[in-house]
């Protein structure tokens, strides 16, 4: 509602973006792309484990949009916890950041990968290189915006799904 309303109104802001409300939505539309073209469908789990930032509203908007929900794992979970999550969803997709403070989650999804023959996907956020996750969907072309909302999930079914610590 307020993209028409107000595209310039601040939507999100942490450490390192501030987003407004045009900005979040074209971001959004642009991710439900990626996240289709990378084989996403309705009710699929997409991973996530970032620290508490930006990236959380903006994937789990753009899941929505494709009909799939996010998983949210806290950074600071070892290999036992994430692999075991991600065995039991059976998430095809995963977003992480390459380290949080001490944490090298990049480190830790190569050690639990060999044991997910199903997670094709391993994109990374924050990484300022090339083929970062915030690259990789500035290049996707938005999704229709009228297609992704015929898209969105169930309103009886669930969005998301966050896990603590």
């Not at 987003?19 to 991710?31: F, I, Q, V």
């Amino acid at each position: 509602e307020h993209v028409p309303r107000d595209p310039d109104r601040i939507a999100v802001i942490d450490d390192e973006v501030r987003w407004s409300y045009g900005e979040l939505a074209d971001l959004t539309l642009r991710t439900a792309r990626m996240l289709s073209d990378l084989g996403v469908r309705p009710g699929d789990p997409v991973a996530v484990q970032v620290p508490t930032c930006s990236l959380l509203p903006l994937v789990n908007l753009a899941a929505n949009r494709v009909g799939a929900y996010m998983v949210a794992m806290p950074t600071r979970w070892g290999r036992a916890e994430v692999g075991a999550l991600l065995k039991v969803i059976g998430a095809e997709v995963l977003i992480g950041v390459e380290t949080d403070g001490a944490v090298d989650v990049r480190a830790l999804h190569q050690q639990v990968r060999p044991d997910l023959p199903g997670l094709r996907e391993g994109l990374y956020a924050r990484t300022g290189l090339p083929n970062s996750f915030e690259s990789r969907v500035r290049a996707t072309e938005p999704r229709d915006a009228a297609r992704a909302a015929a898209r969105r999930c169930d309103p009886d079914r669930p969005a998301h799904l966050m896990c603590s610590s």
